[in-house]
C-alpha cells in the first residue's frame, strides 16, 4: 500500500505533547522539510529527541518546544546553535541533557522495546546530577558493577530524511553515514520519512548495495518525496551543507529570518 | 620551530605507546596533527581518521582527503568504540579543575545557564570509558578553575579511566600530583613556571625540577611543513607569542 504524503498530511498527524524524535546529527542530512511543516502547525509543547542542529534551533525559535532531550546542539560549522542557546538562557525550554552515547542506548532500548539499557556513560559525571530521574542498577553477575540504567526514548513520532525511499517507506542512505535514524524509527510509535527523491522499490538497489537499506516500510507510517528537505544541512551526496544558507539562519533575527523564509 | 611545532609535537606524545587503538583529535589543527604526527614516526600502528567517518590507510594532509580507506567508523561504530574503550581521544574543555573534571556545556548554573554551550556531547563516555587527553589553546584561570560549572568530562576523583596529559600553549601538565591532582610537567620553550602558575586558577602541584618541553626534531618538523600542514593551520589556531622570551624566535610563517 502506498503511504506518500505531504508535509501537511505528515504534520497534521502530530499532536501537542507528543515526543518527537527527529534523525540526522548536528546539521546533518536534519528533515528540515518536515521541521518547517511543524514551525506552521499549531503545535505546542513538544518533547523533541534529538542529536541537535537547527532541528531544535529553529523549533525553540518559533515556542513549539516544552523539553528538549539531547547530548548536544550544534551547527557543526558554527559550534553553537543560537536559538538553543537563547531558549536554554531564557529559561524558555526545560533540558534532558544525556551523553551521546547515553541517548543511543535509550534509543536502543526503545527500538527493543526494552525499559532500559545498562552503560558506563555518564557514571561520575552531572550528568547524573541534572537528570534527576535518572537511577543506576547493579550487575547481577559476579562482578557487581554499578551501571546506568539508561530509560528508553520512547517516541511518539520520528521525523528523518533520506537519500531514497519507495512509496511503501522502505528507504535508503547513500552518504557516508546512516546516523541513527534506523533507531529512530524503531523507537517510534509512527515513523515518517522524507527523502530527496522517491524511487520504484526495483530501482532501490541500483545507487547502493543492499546495506544502504537503512530502513523497512514495516516500521513506517508515511513517505514524502521532499528534494533539498535536508536543506540547508547536508545531505551527502545529493548536496553538501549550504554553508552561506546557514549562516543566514544563524545571524538573522528569527522573526525577520521567517519573514525571509516566506518572502 | 614555533610555539604551534612544539604543541603539535606534546599532543604527539599523549599517543606514544599506545599501539593499534584509535587515535582521536577532536577537532582544529593542532590535535589532529599530533595523531597523525605520532602515527608517522613512533607509533606507526595507531589508527587515524579523515574528522569524519573514514579510517584513513595512508595519513594525508590537514583537510585533505585520504587516498586509502581502511575502515569506516560512523557515528554508531564510534559511539561503540568508546564504550570498547581501544581508543584514546582528546578533547577540548571550556573549563578544567585541579582533578581534571571538565566543562563544555554551559557556564552558570544549569538550570538557568549564564552562557548555554555545546552540551556534554560524548564527554562523560569519553572519560570514564578511554584513556583521554587535553588541549587547551589558552591556558588562562579562566579556563583553569577551581570548579566546573556542569561535569562533563569526569576527573580522577570521580571515576577517570585515565587522564594522560593536558597540553596547553604554555605547558605539558597531567594528573600526577598529590591525590591525582594536577601537576606539571614541562613548560615549553620561552614559558617560565611563574607564567604557568599565574595562567592556572587553582593550586598547581610544580615539582622542584620542571624541564623544557621536548623541542620537534628535524624530522617532524618537516613532515608538519611538508607532508601534514604544509598550509601552516596550525600556527592559526596557536599565535606565536609576542613579547620576548626565546619561544617568540622561530618561523611563523
Given amino acids: 500500500m502506498g503511504k506518500v504524503m505531504t508535509v501537511e498530511e505528515v504534520v497534521g498527524r502530530l499532536e501537542s505533547g507528543m515526543t518527537i524524535g527527529i534523525g540526522g546529527w548536528g546539521s546533518r542530512r536534519k528533515p528540515m522539510a518536515l521541521v518547517r511543516g511543524l514551525l506552521r502547525a499549531p503545535l505546542r509543547d513538544l518533547t523533541i529527541v534529538s542529536y541537535g542542529g537547527p532541528?531544535?534551533?529553529m523549533l525553540c525559535a518559533a515556542g513549539k518546544v516544552r523539553r528538549v532531550v539531547a547530548p548536544f546542539v550544534t551547527l557543526d560549522s558554527i559550534p553553537l546553535e543560537p536559538h538553543f542557546r537563547r531558549a536554554r538562557q531564557n529559561g524558555a525550554v526545560?533540558?534532558?541533557e544525556y551523553d551521546e552515547g547515553m541517548f543511543m542506548f535509550g534509543l536502543l532500548a526503545a527500538a527493543h522495546r526494552l525499559p532500559f539499557l545498562p552503560t558506563r556513560a555518564g557514571l561520575g559525571s552531572d550528568v547524573m546530577r541534572v537528570n534527576l530521574h535518572l537511577r543506576t542498577v547493579r550487575s547481577p553477575y559476579g562482578d557487581g558493577e554499578e551501571l546506568v540504567a539508561v530509560p528508553a526514548l520512547t517516541l511518539d513520532a520520528a521525523l528523518v530524511h533520506l537519500n531514497r525511499a519507495d512509496r511503501r517507506g522502505n528507504a535508503q542512505y547513500l552518504g557516508?553515514?546512516?546516523?541513527l535514524d534506523d533507531l529512530y524509527v524503531k523507537a517510534a510509535a509512527s515513523a515518517y520519512v522524507s527523502c530527496e527523491r522517491l524511487v520504484d522499490t526495483a530501482d532501490l538497489l541500483k545507487e547502493g548495495p543492499v546495506q544502504s537499506l537503512l530502513v523497512s516500510r514495516s516500521m513506517v507510517?508515511?513517505?514524502v518525496e521532499a528534494p533539498g528537505g535536508a536543506g540547508f544541512t547536508a545531505c551527502e551526496p545529493d548536496y553538501g551543507r549550504d554553508e552561506e544558507a546557514q549562516r543566514r539562519y544563524a545571524e538573522t533575527p528569527w522573526e525577520e529570518y521567517v519573514r525571509g523564509e516566506q518572502g | 620551530m614555533s610555539r604551534a611545532d612544539v604543541c603539535v609535537v606534546a599532543c604527539a606524545e599523549a599517543f606514544r605507546g599506545d599501539g593499534e587503538i584509535l587515535a582521536a583529535g577532536i577537532g582544529g589543527a593542532v590535535t589532529?596533527?599530533?595523531a597523525r604526527l605520532a602515527r608517522l614516526t613512533f607509533e606507526p600502528d595507531l589508527l587515524t581518521s579523515d574528522g569524519v567517518c573514514l579510517l584513513t590507510g595512508d595519513v594525508p594532509a590537514l583537510g585533505e582527503a585520504p587516498e586509502v580507506v581502511e575502515g569506516w567508523l560512523p557515528f554508531r561504530d564510534h559511539l561503540w568504540l568508546v564504550l570498547n574503550g581501544r581508543r584514546h581521544v582528546m578533547l577540548g574543555a571550556s573549563q578544567i579543575d585541579r582533578h581534571g573534571n571538565t566543562n563544555i556545556s554551559c557556564i552558570g548554573d544549569w538550570d538557568r545557564p549564564r552562557a548555554q554551550l555545546l552540551g556534554v556531547r560524548g564527554a562523560p563516555g569519553n572519560t570514564r570509558c578511554d584513556p583521554t587527553s587535553y588541549w587547551i589553546p589558552r591556558h588562562s584561570p579562566r579556563v583553569f578553575v577551581p570548579k566546573v560549572d556542569m561535569v562533563s568530562g569526569v576527573g580522577t576523583d570521580r571515576g577517570a579511566h585515565g587522564l594522560r596529559r593536558?597540553?596547553?600553549?604554555?605547558?605539558v601538565l597531567d594528573l600526577g600530583g598529590p591525590g591525582g591532582t594536577m601537576r606539571l610537567v614541562s613548560a615549553h620553550p620561552g614559558v617560565s613556571v611563574e607564567e604557568v602558575v599565574a595562567?592556572?586558577?587553582?593550586?598547581?602541584?610544580?615539582p622542584a625540577d620542571v624541564p623544557e618541553t621536548r623541542t620537534p626534531t628535524a624530522g617532524e618538523l618537516r613532515l608538519l611543513d611538508e607532508v601534514l600542514d604544509p598550509r601552516g593551520l596550525r600556527h592559526r589556531e596557536v599565535p606565536e607569542p609576542r613579547a620576548g622570551g626565546n619561544g617568540a624566535a622561530g618561523g611563523a610563517a
Avoid at chain 2, 166 to 171: E, G, I, Q, S
Avoid at chain 2, 199 to 206: C, I, K, N, P, Q
Wanted: aromatic share 10%; hydrophobic share 45%; proline share 7%.
Fill in chain 1, 94 to 96: 526545560e533540558f534532558t
Fill in chain 2, 32 to 34: 589532529v596533527l599530533g
Fill in chain 2, 199 to 206: 595562567a592556572t586558577g587553582f593550586e598547581l602541584d610544580v
Fill in chain 2, 166 to 171: 593536558v597540553v596547553t600553549d604554555l605547558a
Fill in chain 1, 221 to 223: 507510517t508515511g513517505v
Fill in chain 1, 176 to 179: 557516508p553515514d546512516p546516523y
Fill in chain 1, 55 to 57: 532541528d531544535v534551533g
